[in-house]
């Protein structure tokens, strides 16, 4: 193992202004779980994405629970997700008793297939399990198809929620992810494009819905002058320290988007003309966040796999990470509904992230590419020299 610095994969990035927020917020004593910052990191958020209404939570995760049971979701329920993701994308339609039934992705976005979609809910209607709503992933900050998703969903009376926790400044036809859908999700987590330290933002079309988002987050409580509850709540607010971080952070997004752009067209010029190595595509309609830079490796072009990357990056102290295991081959999601066509598992078994933190100096950029290359290298001359 390298004694080099290590890079991680895509640390948290403070721009200075966040301790200012802070500052101010602890001098007023508004420690609190709610407080001006909080309302005020809302109202920025809206007005950054377009969205009319959000309230902001503890994580992505809470938010699409959230959303969840705004749609009625419940035990013996079905909800369609993506299946190439996180596991927060689905572990909470099972917090809700229902099941997902997994959708596989387009290989020219690597987000759900509008086709697939469609297969699926024509199957799970006819046998009479018709979802209440479906979860569509803007993968790796890049923006699914949202067009033939919503009129599929609106044609099948399904309501579309987007998780678009990676993807926080990436735009679909000119419109901000999450702001599309009845539902958007937002994540603030350490590793994102801005951070909260963690948090996260539910987004909606309509201002009650949000208004009863924001009772149940706050443990449900009815206004009267003691505690009172008809309804069960969740301890899900973000804090008000928390949130003015996020109004730090969000100072500097601009900045924080070109760098991302900046760090995957640094790789795809340094890399890009290898053999069998090739990027996350990006669709016409949509600009990506390139919050993760994502490749695949051939190994019958390029003489070695995915892994031999990962390995020799390790050994220098570099961390990557395989792209997401598909939902439909975690254990833990074995008996769930899947509708595949193999793009997900070929992209799982071959591809990579590289870092992309946007604190990331070139000498970084440099480390990481080396490291690639000398796998190549080595490759090149193991053909040479063989037998």
């Known amino acids: 193992m390298s004694d080099a610095p290590r890079i991680y994969l895509s640390p948290p990035h403070l721009c200075g202004r966040e301790l200012d927020f802070v500052q101010r917020a602890l001098a007023s004593n508004w420690v609190a779980p709610v407080g001006?910052?909080?309302?005020?990191f809302e109202r920025e958020l809206c007005r950054y994405t377009k969205a009319r209404h959000a309230v902001a939570l503890a994580s992505g995760t809470a938010a699409?629970?959230?959303?969840?049971?705004?749609?009625?979701?419940?035990?013996?329920?079905?909800?369609?997700?993506?299946?190439?993701?996180?596991?927060?994308?689905?572990?909470?339609?099972?917090?809700?008793?229902?099941?997902?039934?997994?959708?596989?992705?387009?290989?020219?976005s690597w987000t759900m297939e509008p086709e697939l979609l469609e297969h699926a809910l024509r199957d799970r209607i006819r046998k009479g399990r018709k979802p209440k709503g479906a979860i569509v992933v803007h993968l790796y900050g890049q923006a699914a198809d949202m067009d033939p998703l919503l009129d599929i969903c609106a044609r099948y009376g399904v309501a579309l929620i987007e998780d678009a926790a990676e993807s926080l400044g990436a735009f679909y036809k000119g419109r901000h992810t999450g702001?599309?859908?009845?539902?958007?999700?937002?994540?603030?987590?350490?590793?994102?494009?801005?951070?909260?330290?963690?948090?996260?933002?539910?987004?909606?079309?309509?201002?009650?819905?949000?208004?009863?988002?924001?009772?149940?987050a706050t443990q449900a409580r009815e206004p009267y002058p003691h505690y009172e509850h008809v309804r069960i709540g969740y301890n899900?607010?973000?804090?008000?320290?928390?949130?003015?971080?996020?109004?730090?952070?969000?100072?500097?997004?601009?900045?924080?988007?070109?760098?991302?752009r900046a760090i995957y067209e640094y790789y795809v010029r340094r890399l890009g003309a290898l053999s069998g190595i090739a990027f996350m595509p990006e669709p016409a309609y949509g600009g990506g966040n390139r919050w993760l830079t994502c490749l695949t490796v051939d190994p019958a072009l390029a003489g070695f796999d995915h892994e031999a990357v990962r390995q020799a990056l390790e050994r220098e102290n570099i961390e990557t990470r395989p792209l997401w295991k598909p939902m439909h081959l975690q254990p833990v999601f074995a008996r769930c509904p899947a509708y595949v066509n193999g793009v997900s598992e070929s992209l799982f078994a071959r591809g990579l992230c590289l870092p992309s933190g946007t604190s990331m100096s070139e000498s970084d950029l440099d480390r990481v590419v080396d490291g690639v290359l000398s796998v190549s290298a080595r490759e090149r001359r193991s053909v040479r020299v063989g037998p």
Request: glycine letters at 12%; hydrophobic letters at 40%; a negative charge.
């Open 179 to 216: 702001t599309l859908g009845r539902f958007g999700v937002l994540s603030f987590n350490g590793n994102k494009i801005i951070t909260t330290s963690g948090g996260g933002t539910l987004l909606g079309q309509s201002e009650e819905d949000i208004a009863r988002a924001r009772s149940l």
């Open 36 to 40: 001006p910052d909080l309302d005020s």
């Open 236 to 260: 899900y607010r973000l804090s008000n320290i928390a949130a003015a971080i996020g109004r730090g952070q969000l100072t500097a997004i601009d900045d924080r988007l070109m760098r991302r």
């Open 64 to 108: 699409i629970h959230l959303a969840l049971i705004l749609l009625d979701v419940g035990p013996g329920d079905e909800v369609i997700c993506s299946t190439f993701t996180f596991a927060g994308s689905a572990f909470p339609i099972i917090h809700q008793g229902a099941i997902p039934v997994f959708v596989d992705s387009d290989p020219e």
